[in-house]
Every structure is written in C-alpha cells, then in structure tokens.
C-alpha cells in the first residue's frame, strides 16, 4: 500500500493505472506461495496475459504527450473539484454558495 501511495504522487496518472493492473498478478503469486494455492494453465495465462497487456500499455504510453503540470495549490480532491487548498478561495464556482437568487422568497 505505501509503494502504491507513493506511485500515485509521483508517477504520471496513466503509468500509475497501469501499473495497478498487476494487483492480481501479484496476488495470485502470493496466494501460490503462501496460501497453498495450486498453479493452473488458466492461472499462468492469466497473468500472462495481464504482464503483455501491461507491457503495451507501457510502451504505448511512452510515446503520448506527457501532461501538464498542476497549477500550485491544487492538491488530492481539491485538484480534481477544481478548488484550490486550504486557506484559497474555490476555483471556477461563483461567489453566491449558500445565497438565495434575487427572485426566490
């Protein structure tokens, strides 16, 4: 889990997704080596199958135009709710939260 937090702040957004899709692959490997889990050909094709499709979503990826940068003070949720972080204003929403419209009663 703290391999995991760490990829997702430090590696680009895509890298990190796929690279999440080798949970079961590893989770596999561990059932087999700790859980008594017995290795099947579905088993094996399995996570042969997840590690290429891994891989080429790897190397896909290589060659996309990487991202911008966030604007500072864009942080976790705040970041995608388009606030900014504690002690700023909220970004792109209006200045009437909470008020009641001219006409309302």
């Known amino acids: 889990m703290a391999l995991q ?13 796929l ?6 692959v ?10 008594g889990e017995h290795v099947t ?14 891989l080429v979503g ?3 990826n290589e060659s996309a ?5 966030r604007p500072p003070g864009l942080t976790g949720l705040g970041a995608l709710l388009g606030e900014v972080s504690p002690g700023g204003a909220a970004a792109g929403r209006g200045s009437s939260r909470g008020s009641r419209h001219p006409s309302a009663a």
Request: charged share 15%.
């Open 5 to 17: 937090t760490w990829a997702q702040r430090h590696i680009p957004p895509t890298r990190t997704a």
């Open 19 to 24: 690279l999440m899709t080798l949970e079961p």
């Open 26 to 35: 590893f989770a596999s490997a561990f059932a087999v080596a700790f859980g």
């Open 41 to 54: 050909l579905r088993l094996i094709l399995g996570g042969a199958l997840i590690l290429l499709a891994t």
């Open 58 to 60: 790897v190397r896909g």
């Open 65 to 69: 135009e990487p991202l911008p940068e």
